[in-house]
């Protein structure tokens, strides 16, 4: 009861002493260094020194990874938002008050299982009671092992100084455990953790607008974890790191290729491929149980089970290319998405590898979860899937529609019944819409034969379906195309595609959406069609936009 009564009192204190030096830049690893000949000029822009938050996902992969903690916290956390469409985007990964409450119950509650349970993520081999100086050497290691790997970098004197306060202050009133949570939960609360470092050691000479700084090895090698792994440094990396193995350009691309044969890798930029498609939407979709009485919590979740598999064979066990995920008819399913596609799968647990139809189902726009995102919740949704193939997949956004629009005519009405297609047509009929729904309508009523929940249909309401849809506006692509098929694999070999796919991985790996003059034509370059998708996350770490910040 001692430290729980202390808990409750220290915080405030701690966020005087820890936070405030922190978030006023008086860190003394941030003094001046001493002038030095700056970098070479550079024609790639890199971000701005900042401080990026650690979002949800990445905090519950970091406390897995440095504590042994797999009970995912943030889900509790307030939801975060994604200025740059990822959910690493540092300008909208603000703190709120309501947050600050939910990072002190996690970090208490953090801390007291990895002392009940896992002390040797915290301790190491290291007893306090070995020895009569033991409490001091098992506090030492702590901060100069667990701490640093907690903060991704060795900490600076003050901040030792500082945690071994905090134990001070404990340590009367309550056993070694008591003061070492207070200490742990002090760590978990910090700036310094929940914070993503991309500082760099200033140099004197270059502060000043359009200046480059470099970033520390510590930095990078935080970066690069994060990018590929979405979580804190392995063990390796963290290693090379503090044996100088991690200075060149080729040390750095040698781990970065390390890092993507591992399972940490297929975890994280699978999740980046479902926040690309928006299919993480697929967790709370909801949908008309009238119009669409199968579709359940668990349909939906078969729905992103396929989806994880089909990018991890597609990424780790095939080409790899975007051709191969726009085009792939190889996917999995169990026996209610068995039943959703037309093909035999046991009515048991579990799922099996199965070949779709390549004419209906080929790739990701094909797919049950893909195309039950983007539908409307009672219809196939032409507006939802042109709109987004148009802003996800060309970088094409269409303007945003004008206030006070007209619901669609009814699906039956005195004239009879009508199908979606006939429902939404009034768009292009319409002089003030049709400029825009004549691109965006014309990809999305190919999508006409897959319902809101992504089964194929013949029929609409009754009627025959029509899924023959136009291009236009979007130069080399344009044209009339027959189905979402022909439009998957005019999409698949097209240079709007692979251009477009770069600039997402851009914003996912940098956290931002680049400037309307902002150049990455040498990423664009390192993209293609049949080009493996992770070549570029190595380009962008082979790249001065990685390993720099601009300083104003």
């Known amino acids: ?52 938050r650690l979002s949800s996902r990445e905090y519950d992969n970091v406390v897995r990874d440095l504590l042994g903690d ?37 970090a208490e509650a953090l801390a007291a299982r990895a002392l009940a349970g896992n002390r040797e993520r915290v301790l190491g081999a290291c007893n306090p009671a070995d020895t009569a100086d033991g409490e001091a ?32 202050v404990e340590r009367p009133q309550n056993t070694f455990d008591g003061a070492l949570q207070t200490v742990l939960e002090v760590i978990l609360q910090s700036p310094q953790f929940l914070y993503r470092e991309e500082l760099g050691v200033m140099d004197a000479l270059a502060a000043g607008p359009g200046a480059r700084i470099d970033l520390t090895d510590h930095e990078v090698a935080s ?17 090379a790191v503090e044996q100088g193995q991690f200075a060149t350009p080729a040390e750095r691309h040698a781990q970065a290729l390390r890092l993507l044969a591992t399972p940490e890798a297929r975890g994280a930029i699978g999740a980046f491929l479902h926040q690309w498609l928006a299919t993480r939407r697929l967790a709370t979709l909801s949908k ?33 290319s975007l051709r191969e995920l726009f085009t792939s008819p190889h996917s999995f399913a169990d026996a209610a998405l068995g039943r959703l596609y037309g093909v035999e799968v046991p009515e ?53 529609p004008p206030p006070n629009i007209p619901p669609p005519p009814p699906p039956t009405d005195t004239g009879g019944p009508r199908t979606t297609r ?42 025959p379906v029509d899924s023959r849809g136009t291009v236009v506006g979007l130069g080399a692509l344009d044209g009339d195309f027959s189905g979402a ?24 790996a940098l956290g931002q959406v680049e400037g309307a003059n902002e150049d990455i034509g040498w990423l664009t370059s390192a993209s293609s069609p049949d080009a493996r998708m992770t070549d570029l996350l190595l380009a962008i770490v082979d790249s001065p936009a990685f390993t720099r910040r601009s300083f104003e």
Not at 141 to 166: C, H, I, K
Request: net charge negative; glycine share 8%.
């Open 348 to 400: 048991q647990p579990g799922f099996q590898a199965v070949t779709l139809d390549p004419e209906l189902r080929p790739g990701i726009l094909t797919r049950a979860g893909f195309l039950a995102v983007h539908a409307d919740t009672d219809s196939s949704g032409p507006i939802p899937r042109g709109v987004f193939i148009l802003s996800a997949m060309v970088c094409h956004a269409p303007s945003p």
């Open 422 to 463: 006939q429902r939404f047509d009034q768009h292009v009929s319409n002089g003030s819409c049709a400029a825009c729904h004549n691109q965006i309508d014309g990809i999305g009523f190919g999508f006409e034969a897959y319902d809101g929940i992504g089964a194929y249909r013949q029929l609409d309401n009754g009627l």
């Open 223 to 239: 970066e690069l974890s994060f990018l590929i792994t979405g979580s804190i440094p392995d063990a390796e990396l963290w290693a």
């Open 288 to 320: 008309s149980a009238e119009v669409y009485p199968t579709f359940t919590a668990d349909l939906a979740s078969s729905m992103t089970a396929e989806l994880d598999g089909f990018f991890d064979e597609v990424l780790w066990k095939r080409t790899g």
């Open 70 to 106: 797999g009970s995912r916290p943030a889900s509790g956390f307030l939801a975060d938002s994604y200025p740059n469409g990822y959910d690493n985007g540092s300008a909208g990964l603000t703190l709120q008050s309501d947050q600050v409450v939910a990072y002190q119950v996690a």
């Open 1 to 52: 009861m001692e430290h729980a009564r202390s808990s409750l009192v220290l915080p405030a204190a701690v966020w005087l002493a820890i936070v405030v030096p922190a978030l006023c830049g008086c860190h003394d690893r941030y003094a001046p260094a001493p002038p030095t000949a700056g970098p070479a000029p550079i024609s790639i822009t890199p971000p701005l020194r900042r401080l990026r």
């Open 137 to 168: 050497v098992c506090l030492d290691a702590v901060l100069s092992s667990f701490a640093a790997r907690a903060y991704r970098r060795p900490l600076t004197a003050s901040e030792t100084q500082r945690l071994r306060d905090v134990f001070q």
């Open 485 to 508: 098929g022909e439009l998957a694999a005019r999409l698949a070999g097209s240079r709007a595609l692979s251009d477009c796919f770069a600039r997402q991985v851009y914003r996912y």
